[in-house]
């Protein structure tokens, strides 16, 4: 297939699972926010889990069956097209929940309605009304749906790894084929430059009409979202366990059945025990950096017009997809000033710093959005408190706060780091190899009980080390806590002379 084909296919195909994300997102918003907290939590829990289940997972759980459609490549396509619908729906929705209201309230377009109503009633030109009508829901509740949805097509645009394991058509992948036969860069470059070109329209049009919609943000009513109908709830409910069933729950039933083999394997290997280290080291030290990047960018305020720039320059190049960012770092680092670190690890920690800190961004921002000011206020001043009982609760209202929120944000953003694909495929060196790589490799040869062992213990893994991050961390904020009321007392008890 041409690459001109495989790229209208592309485009076609994202446009329509953008349509399909932004459309089941814009239903699901009135059920996000319910009475009862355990039922909120369940809802976002069961609504953001498929988009974190590895697409290295869900793509080698479903190989079989994409195979037995061989002779239906049609059925095929749609199948795989459903998948990626159901993993992109979160990230419609959640950019949609946290995105700045339209300029015009739905209430205002519908005061608009009734007011061209009766104009048109005298005039008799309905159909231009109607016309009118769309123009004004555009300016209006329809402008809001830009930038979700633009952010929604990248996603579904640069998807690589689940349409490589599905033997599906993408551009990611007919470019990623034509580099492993010999294809020069030049030329990977001149047929990648179509590609690129439309994801930068797009994001551009999406940065441009957020930027727009936020100017009147604070002038727009943030109106209460209307309550949903209990047949609405039912089916709502009926769809996010649709999603987690076939995203988590058969992909993890059918690889996790040989845990105990795998982890058998898995301590007696020890070139993958060794593989899976250097993907952890990996992931933390990219996440680290994009975390601190995004860290400092959100503590400080509201961007000036030169920041916003420079924010979105160092998030551009992990916006326009991980293949040509990381081709294109692979070719800068073969040039004379940097080819002294083509074999260390600096490449592939900067390719995935690149790749994860647009997202690490992106939930620093809407933390900084929804996080309540007055609680961090109040542990200031319990901190500021001679009394050793105040001085603890503010400590430890610091920590719920502040500090325990950051790291549960670094989470996804390490996870993200450890199963990215395509930027170690490019970047990483033979001798550092990440162990989810190695995998991905083995798995274009079919399922195996020994691979599906292995798979599930390089997931576990990282796992179990948040696990004894946790602990950890429990006990660093035991001792800082004792530590720093102890210091304070002893400091409050010295004698001072006049």
């Known amino acids: 297939m041409s690459f001109t084909v495989t790229i209208v296919a592309s485009l076609i195909r994202a446009c329509l699972i953008t349509l399909l994300a932004m459309s089941l997102a814009h239903r699901l918003q009135p059920c ?22 590895p697409d290295l997972l869900v793509g080698y759980a479903y190989y079989n069956f994409s195979l037995s459609l061989i002779h239906h490549p049609g059925w095929n396509e749609f199948f795989y097209g459903f998948l990626v619908v159901l993993k992109t729906v979160p990230v419609a929705t959640v950019l949609l929940h946290f995105s700045p209201p339209a300029p015009l309230s739905a209430e205002g377009l519908y005061c608009r309605d009734l007011i061209s109503g009766e104009a048109a009633s005298v005039s008799k030109s309905r159909q231009w009304e109607s016309l009118r009508h769309w123009l004004w829901w555009f300016r209006g509740p329809g402008l809001r749906l830009l930038p979700a949805g633009g952010l929604t097509f990248l996603v579904a645009f640069q998807e690589f790894e689940i349409c490589s394991l599905m033997n599906t058509t993408a551009w990611t992948l007919w470019l990623f084929d034509a580099r492993a036969i010999g294809w020069e860069s030049e030329n990977i470059f001149r047929f990648g430059s179509f590609p690129l070109a439309i994801e930068l329209c797009v994001l551009m049009a999406a940065v441009g009409t957020y930027l727009y919609i936020s100017k009147f943000a604070n002038r727009a009513m943030c109106l209460v979202p209307t309550q949903p109908s209990s047949l609405w709830r039912g089916t709502t409910w009926a769809y996010l366990m649709l999603a987690f069933v076939l995203i988590v729950a058969i992909p993890i039933g059918l690889v996790f059945r040989g845990t105990l083999s795998g982890w058998t394997v898995f301590l007696t290997n ?18 680290l950096l994009a975390h601190g990047t995004a860290v400092y960018w959100a503590g400080r305020g509201q961007l000036g017009g030169w920041s916003k720039v420079g924010l979105f320059l160092i998030c551009l190049p992990g916006l326009c997809g991980s293949f040509l960012m ?28 690149l790749f994860v800190l ?9 933390r900084r959005d929804v996080v309540q000011r007055e609680p961090l206020f109040l542990g200031k001043l319990l901190r500021s ?5 105040q001085q603890r609760s503010g ?37 550092t190899t990440p162990a989810p790589l190695r995998l991905y490799n083995f798995m274009h040869y079919g399922q195996g009980t020994g691979l599906s062992a292995m798979l599930s213990a390089i997931i576990t893994a990282p796992c179990l080390l948040i696990l004894l991050v946790m602990l950890v961390f429990k006990f660093v904020q035991a001792m800082i806590i004792r530590w720093s009321v102890a210091n304070h007392s002893a400091t409050s008890d010295i004698p001072h002379e006049i």
């Open 32 to 53: 996000l926010k319910t009475n009862h907290r355990w039922q909120q939590r369940l809802i976002w829990g069961a609504l953001l889990a498929p988009f974190f289940c």
């Open 270 to 287: 020890q070139s993958l025990l060794r593989e899976t280290g250097y993907a952890c080291a990996f992931a933390v030290a990219a996440g």
């Open 326 to 353: 990381s081709l294109a770092l692979f070719e800068l680092f073969q040039q004379e000033p940097f080819h002294h670190l083509y074999d260390t690890p600096f490449p592939l920690v900067l390719g995935l710093y």
């Open 385 to 389: 408190s001679p009394s050793a009982t």
């Open 358 to 366: 647009p997202r690490a961004v992106l939930i620093q921002f809407i």
């Open 395 to 431: 400590l430890q209202l610091r920590w719920e706060q502040q500090w325990w929120p950051q790291f549960w944000c670094l989470l996804p953003v390490f996870f993200w780091a450890y199963f990215e694909m395509t930027t170690p495929s490019i970047l990483a060196s033979p001798a």
